[in-house]
């Protein structure tokens, strides 16, 4: 039985997507050995991890707290 996820399980799940996906571009140029690694590195890289990051934290804060029911 397959439950519905909520909006903060979406967001930390795409979250956690953009982290793999920089880290595996990161990991593929820390072996490329040629100039424009560095670029992909910081630029593609980088931006992933940081928006990863970004919402993560975001889905954090933003987290609607529901009352306990009685």
Known sequence: MKSQLTKIEKRIRLAGILLIAGLLVELVT??????TAFLFFLLLG??????GIIIY???????????APE
Do not use: C, I, N, Y
């Open 46 to 51: 980088g931006t992933l991890m940081a928006l």
């Open 57 to 67: 934290l975001f889905s954090l804060v933003s987290a609607e707290s529901k009352p």
């Open 30 to 35: 820390l072996r490329w050995s040629h100039p």
